[in-house]
T-cell receptor, first 116, second 113 residues
Framework: DTAVSQTPKYLVTQMGNDKSIKCEQNLGHDTMYWYKQDSKKFLKIMFSYNNKELIINETVPNRFSPKSPDKAHLNLHINSLELGDSAVYFC???????????????FGSGTRLTVV | AQSVAQPEDQVNVAEGNPLTVKCTYS??????LFWYVQYPNRGLQFLLK??????LVKGSYGFEAEFNKSQTSFHLKKPSALVSDSALYFCAVRDQAGTALIFGKGTTLSVSS
């Protein structure tokens, strides 16, 4: 009964490849997020979708493209992977952008992407 | 723009001693404040939050935090540290406009036996 699930958990790929990370939440939340945690453990917001609509798009290379087929899913597609894309990517969800669920955000367990 | 500062990269305490992990914030209007903990190779787990009401907030695993509006601080505290509390702690802030949670850089807590 995982609330926010991400797949895959680990992803090792070569430079130049295209890859996707999937995220699904079964909490009935309207808003989903992608965060990037770099090697220094800094957590930075990348994107946010509210009910399938993009509401936050931080300064992220356009090689990164989020897609939300429905409000329970937010996938992250990355084109032409670079060494600097190596990081842990976390998906999260919240009740909606204007209200908070009791726990703020619920996070997935992360996807560790390694580009070689 | 909202921001969070965690001035200490690492905090070291002996088991049984009190611990404090510091956090200051900057936000327009009233803040929503959170503490999360991250264990190695795991996701972030919610510890506690301040939305409104009492300035002293109690959370999971015996942790508490005190909201101080005049000092714009939200320090995390625990009266008696456990070795199992050793982890990476993040403070986060969100304004009432509902923008995304902004995280501090994290503080590694190390509790020695």
């Amino acid at each position: 009964d995982t609330a926010v699930s991400q797949t895959p958990k680990y992803l090792v790929t070569q430079m130049g490849n295209d890859k996707s990370i999937k995220c699904e939440q079964n909490l009935g939340h309207d808003t989903m997020y992608w965060y990037k945690q770099d090697s220094k453990k800094f957590l930075k917001i990348m994107f946010s979708y509210n009910n399938k609509e993009l509401i936050i798009n931080e300064t992220v290379p356009n090689r990164f493209s989020p897609k939300s087929p429905d409000k329970a899913h937010l996938n992250l597609h990355i084109n032409s992977l670079e060494l600097g894309d190596s990081a842990v990517y976390f998906c999260a969800s919240s009740l909606d952008q204007g209200q908070l669920n009791p726990y703020g955000y619920t996070f997935g367990s992360g996807t560790r992407l390694t580009v070689v | 723009a909202q921001s969070v500062a965690q001035p200490e990269d690492q905090v070291n305490v002996a088991e049984g001693n009190p611990l404090t992990v510091k956090c200051t914030y900057s936000v327009s209007g009233n803040p929503y404040l959170f503490w999360y903990v991250q264990y190695p190779n795991r996701g972030l787990q919610f510890l506690l939050k301040y939305i409104t009401g009492d300035n002293l907030v109690k959370g999971s695993y015996g942790f508490e935090a005190e909201f101080n509006k005049s000092q714009t601080s939200f320090h995390l505290k625990k009266p008696s540290a456990l070795v199992s509390d050793s982890a990476l702690y993040f403070c986060a802030v969100r304004d009432q406009a509902g923008t995304a949670l902004i995280f501090g850089k994290g503080t590694t807590l190390s509790v020695s036996s």
